[in-house]
Every structure is written in C-alpha cells, then in structure tokens.
C-alpha cells in the first residue's frame, strides 16, 4: 500500500514550521532574521508544494500504468487566481499551518495575499476553463489541461484621473507552483512549403518543409482534486528559438546579433496574452500562437498515446479532446494532417478519428467575436493546414450538395470559406464540422447557437450534434475560500463538508429558513463579508462606504453588451432624483454603494469611456453634500479573480444585465448568489436557469426578452425612436457638464440617440429604474430579504461545476 506522503511530510505546528524554516533558508537562500511576508509566503507554498508534488507523481504514474481515456481540455485561457489557499484546502493541514504562521509572526491571511494572481485569462472563459480544472481533479477524471506559458498575463488596470491605463503583468518572477520540463520539448514549424509527390506504391504524398522552427518547452503545474488525491497536470508551452542547425551555422557564421534576434522573435510567441475579450482582431502572432500551442499540444497527446502501441482507431476511445471555443480549432486540421501526412492513414480513416475525438464548446453568438483568419495569411503562415482545410470542406461540401440538391444557396452559406475579399477562413465552421459534439453553456444560448449562427449545421447534422452543457462554478473557490464563515455555518448544519463535493446537499439548508440563530448568523457573515470590502475600498479608492447601505455590484469585462452604461445612466438618475428630493424624503431612502470593476480591451473606446463616466460621476456625487451616505459610487481598480474573492461575498445585489440572448451563460451571477447575494438580471444566459432554480420570488428579472431585440433593433431605424423621457434626463444632466465636459461622453450618448441604440439600453431603461425601486423597497423589509437570500443559497446545488464536469463526462467525453 502507498504511504500518504512518503517525503517532506508534517503533521504538527513545529514540523511545518520546520519544513518552512528549511525552505526560506535553502530553497530561497534567505536569512530568517530579515524574513518578510513575501518570504513566509515563499516558505508555505513550497512546503505545500512538496506534498502536492508527490500526490502529483503517484496519480500520474498510476495513469501511466492504466492508461485510461484522458481528456485534454485545450484553452488558451486558464484564469487561475492564487494557488496557495486552495493547495492548503486540498492537502488539507492549513491550520497547522496557520498556528506554525502564527508563532513565526505572521498572519495567514497576509501570507496568502503575498502571492500574486495567475492572470493568464480575459474572463469568464478563462476562468470556467480553471473552475473546470478544479472539477476534474476533484472528480478523478484523467485530464489534462493544456495552454501557453504567458510571459505576460492580461495587463494591470490602474485608473489615472478617471481613465484606464495598462500596465504589463509580469507574474513570474517568483512561481513555485510551476516546474519546468526541459525535456520536454516539440518543435514547431511555420511559413515554408509543400512538395508533393507520388511513392511507390502510386500514392500522393505531402510534406510541408523549409519552414522556420520554434522549440515549445513545457512548464507544468499541479491541479489537486479536493477530498482526493487525485492530482491532475496542466501544461503550458513557452517558446524559444529551436536549436536546430539553421541556428547554429548563423551563430557559427558570427552573426550574433541576428541569432540573439531570432531567439527573441520565437520568445514573443508566448510572450503575452491577448487582452481582447470577444472582439476578433485578426493579427499574425495570435494565429501563430494558436498554431503553436495546438501543434505542441497534439505532439505531446500523439506521442503519449503510440506509447500505449494501440491501432489508431482506438484513438478516440483514448482521447477526448474538448476545445474551448474556437481559439484551439487548428488542433483539427494539424491531427488529420499527422495522421495522413506522417502516420500515412488514409483521409476517410484519419477523418473519423479526428470527428471522433473533438468536441467543440461555443461561448458566443456576437459576430465580432467569432474568428476568421484571412486566407492568404494562413497560406503564408500554414500552407499544408490550408490544403487539408480546403479538403476538408470539399468533403463537406459534396455531402450537402448530395443532401440539399435543391438548396443551392446552402453551399455558400456553410463553406468553411467565407468568399469575400480577402477570403476567410471561418473557424467556428471548422470546429463544428471537425467534432462530434457541439455545445452552448447555458439553456438559451445552447437554444440559440441552433437557431442563428449554426442553424445550417443542424439541417445537415441534425439536431443531436448539438447539446447544452450550463455552466457552473467550483464551490471550493467560491464558497469555501472566499467565505470561509459561511461554509463553516452550512457545514456545521449538514454536520460536516460533504456539500463541498456534491453541492445538491445544500437543499438541507433551507430547512433551517425560519431558524433564529442559523438567520442571525447568517446575516452577521454578510455583514462582516460587506464590512471587509468596505475595508478594501477604504484603503483602495480612499472612500468611506457604509457597510450598512446595500451593496450593489457589477463586475466583468467591459463591454457594450454587458451594458455597465445602462447601471451608470441609472445611476446617475438615483441621483438627479435625490438632488430634487426634500431632507425629509430623503430620510426615508435606502442608501446604497454601487460599485463597478472591470477591465476593457485596450483599443475598446466605448467601453473605456463608460468606466471614465463612471469615475467621473463618482467624483461628483461622493462628494456631494445633500447626497452623504445615501449614494457612493465606487470603481474597483483592477478586478480580477483574488479580488473577486473578496467582493462576491460582500453583494446584497448583483447587476447581470446584458442585453437579452447576449450573454451566453454567465458565471458570477452564480457566484453572488451562492454567498447571499440576489440578482438584478435580464433573461438571459443562466440568469433564466438561476430564476428556475431559486424561484421567481428570488430574482430581479427585468427587460425585454430575446426574443424582442430584433424587432426592437429594427424598429430604431423604421420606425419613431423615441429615448425613454427618464434617460433623456440623464442624458441632459450629462450635457449641462455636470460630469465634466459633456464632449467626452457623447460618443457614448449618440450610440444611443443617433446610432439605433444597438444594445436597448433606451428601452429596458424604465423597466430597469422600476426594478431597482422594487429593490430599494425589499432591502428595507431585511427580514424578507433575509429569506430570500438563505433560500437562494439553498438551491444553488445545480450550478456546481462538478455537474457540469459530469455532463461533459457522459454526454461528449465518454469517460469514467
Ligand atoms: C476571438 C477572441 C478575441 C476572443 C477572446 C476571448 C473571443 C472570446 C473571448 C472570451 C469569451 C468569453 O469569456 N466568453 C464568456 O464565456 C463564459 C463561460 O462560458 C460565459 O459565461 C460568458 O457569458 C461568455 O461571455
């Protein structure tokens, strides 16, 4: 039998303070008498780590050994946060480790917040793709995550005078969560050309040669399961100039300086993630880093697979490989071509494995966020992947064409390639056509995917080939951690932490609704769960918030769609309305905070001329003297996911308010309502399957419905377009200057009056001022409120990522 922790182990205060002390002197070659925090931290995370490290070792040799059906969870996005506290969850020990802390003069808390984020993701995707790695482990399935070793993750927010300014997030200058691999390599290639001919037998044959290489080099990292030992690994390429020949006859040649140069051309591959969420750019280097990253990915897959000496068709009953949105779709084209081009598969064969093996999630239905790359840059860049891609979709095409022989217009439509000027090529096609599952993440949008952007795919597939996997949320992370007293109170009502693994559990809580003391206690973590953001506002943004008022909060990336204009433009009439209110009236309204936080892509005007008109109406109406404490506007510098830890817990509401059939799931909404919070939402993505869940009386749900928008967008143009007469206000508030020059924001104001109001802002505004009313007016009956929110948590179990996790398992994967 194996001993638990054969190396490295403690079990008492003074052991782990040992192991720490062994650390922050050998391993960090630092003096304890000048020990800071940042040392503490180094010494718990590498203590942590060595016996994460030998869980690590073991699950993956046993799955050497077995060798299972793996899943390879391809995302160029892992939005992983902090790594220590949920090490300390999963090894468990952490208050040995918070007493060893304590003796050596330090606090736990101030420990972990030593570590810095593992920024390597935009948003929601990035961190489902975390949340799913986390479930994965904890559930015991093989997997394996794969992605690219950022140099630079997505950019620091600072807020100067009111506008955003990026700032690079180098993060790895101390990581000990990663280990290098520099055996582990795979060389990639790109540019060059294909020579064909004929072998031997009378058999055409490809090879794509003259290319330039760039070596990828793996960096792993520990994935711990909780209540499990399972311990999964994720990989992320880094790139460097290839050691090959071509390199060293430059070198030998003396051309130093243009051999240092190549070396860092091929380092700028995984030098920095793209900070765009959802809007397609089309640039060379992030269709190169795709290509590098599924190329390195697919060889490290192959080759683990040969080891296993199967036939190539158990291929697919050894891998499943599911792609996270379309950004790792060459994966496709770069399998068939191994298989055809180097393992000298027929097409047809090689064909069905690929179909087999993929699975492809989309995350969105906005235009602008769906890829396509030119087809003259990927005839430069990949020429094979080209050819086979065009092979591909003749394939494709002569079986619509069989199909659909009167449809003559359907071939266009569902081409891979899009024949405008430049041609492109369209990803999202190929994806759909390269696997055999495709899936939506929540209810509406998975309707939605068959109904718009692939409704062409459902008549020449059918409709199974489409599926809906509702997204979900890892409660470890986001109750566990971020609200440890909350956990703590569940816990000892379901008599022990099982809800951890199987959230379903918590239905048991809403048995004790009416119970004074679990309500007491209840109400007391999100008081002092509001008293602890209060505190970081404080000392972030130098403003004083009562912990008292409600709490109403709406962070995620900036964009249109998510609408941050409509809460602001509310905002700003909350206070038109309390400016034209008596001292008296005022008496009887509920104060409220409304804090913002999030980033906007850097090119993205509108989005960052919202968060300046945000700050400015901040600067105004925090300092507004007839205003006090019934109104601060708060924006939060930099949201990410350690900061989220500390807002979810602290909503008395949240805002998910998107443009109805936007919003594809959403996943914070989940967050805020497993810690107490309630939502203001439109009908859209999982706000709708929260609503199922909780119940109607549990949720504030407003606006027009999905089903409306195009009318309404329509009718902007054809018919009258009337502004709401309420919006109007606020938009002659902003034009008198009272937010600072008016010229600033009228961009954002003619999208509105000149430009057909795209995203109905102008006509879910009444129906949203409404609902914030039936807000103010709950809030003030807390005992009510207070129902609420308990019952709420009480039905969450559904949105655990572990459900979700298990869908995928049985549904696409097929794995145990
Ligand atoms: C093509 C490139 C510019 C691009 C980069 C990042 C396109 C999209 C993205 C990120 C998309 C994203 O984060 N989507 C979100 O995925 C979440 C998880 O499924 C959903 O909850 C959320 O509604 C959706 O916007």
Sequence with gaps: AWKKFSATEFKTKDEFEGEVVKHIETTLARSLFNCDELAAYGGTALAFRDRLVIEWNRTQQQQSFADPKRVYYLSLEFLMGRALDNAMLNVGMKDVAKEGLGELGFRMEDVISQERDAALGNGGLGRLAACFLDSLATLNFPAWGYALRYKYGI???????????????????????????????????????????????????????????????????????????????????????????????????????????????????????????????????????????????????????????????????????????????????????????????????????????????????????????????????????????????????????????????????????????????????????????????????????????????????????????????????????????????????????????????????????????????????????????????????????????????????????????????????RYLELKDMSPEDRKKVQPRVSFFGGKAAPGYWMAKTVIHLINQVGAVVNNDKDIGDLLKVIFLEDYNVSKAEIIVPASDISEHISTAGTEASGTSNMKFVLNGGLVIGTCDGANIEITREVGEDNIFLFGNLSEDVEDLRHAHFYSEFHIDPMLQRVFDAIKEGRFGDAGQFSALVNSIVEHGDYYLVSDDFKSYIDTQKLIDEAYKDQETWLTKTITSVSRMGFFSSDRCIDEYAEMIWNVE
Aim: proline share 4%; net charge neutral.
């Design 155 to 573: 950019f620091k927010q600072e807020i100067v005078d009111g506008y955003q300014v990026e700032v690079p997030d180098y993060w790895l200058d101390f990581n000990p969560w990663e280990f290098p691999r520099h055996d582990v390599t795979v060389d990639v290639q790109f540019y060059g050309n294909v020579r064909k001919y004929m072998d031997e037998s009378g058999k055409q044959v490809s090879v794509w040669e003259n290319g330039e290489i760039v070596t990828a080099v793996a960096y792993d990292a520990p994935i711990p399961g909780y209540g499990t030992r399972t311990t999964n690994n994720l990989r992320l390429w880094s790139s460097k100039a290839s050691h090959g020949e071509f390199d060293f006859t430059k070198f030998n040649s003396g051309e130093y300086e243009a051999s240092v140069a190549d070396q860092q051309r091929a380092e700028t591959i995984s030098a920095v993630l793209y900070p765009n969420d959802s809007l397609e750019r089309g640039k060379e280097l992030r269709l190169k880093q795709q290509y590098f990253w599924c190329a390195a990915s697919l060889f490290d897959i192959v080759r683990r697979f040969k080891k296993s000496r199967k036939a190539w068709k158990e291929f697919p009953n050894q891998v499943a490989i599911q792609l996270n949105d379309t950004h790792p779709t060459l994966a496709i084209p770069e399998l068939q071509r191994i298989l055809i081009d180097q393992e000298g598969l027929e097409w047809d064969e090689a064909w069905s494995i690929v179909q087999k093996t993929f699975g492809y999630t989309n995350h969105t239905v906005l235009p602008e966020a769906l890829e396509k790359w030119s087809v003259p840059l990927f005839q430069h860049l990949l020429p094979r992947h080209l050819q086979i891609i065009y092979d591909i979709n003749l394939n494709f095409l002569h079986y619509v064409e069989r199909n659909f022989p009167k449809d003559r217009e359907m071939l266009g439509r569902v081409s891979i390639i899009e024949e405008s000027n430049p041609k492109m090529v369209r990803m999202a096609y190929l994806a759909v056509i390269g696997s055999h599952k495709v899936n939506g993440v929540a209810e509406l949008h998975s309707d939605l995917i068959k109904t718009t952007i692939f409704k062409d795919f459902v008549k020449v597939y059918g409709p199974d080939k489409f599926t809906n996997v509702t997204n979900g949320i890892t409660p470890r992370r986001w109750l566990h951690q971020a609200n440890p007293r909350l956990s703590e109170l569940i816990a000892s009502k379901l008599g022990g932490y099982d809800f951890l693994r199987d959230l379903t559990l918590l239905h048991k809580i809403e048995a004790y609704v009416d119970d004074k003391e679990f309500r007491k206690e209840f109400q007391e973590i999100k008081y002092a769960n509001k008293v602890r953001l209060a505190k970081y506002t404080k000392e972030a943004n130098g403003i004083s918030v009562n912990p008292s008022s409600l709490f109403d909060i709406q962070v995620k990336r900036m964009h249109e769609y998510k609408r941050q204009q409509l809460n602001i433009f509310g905002v700003i009439y």
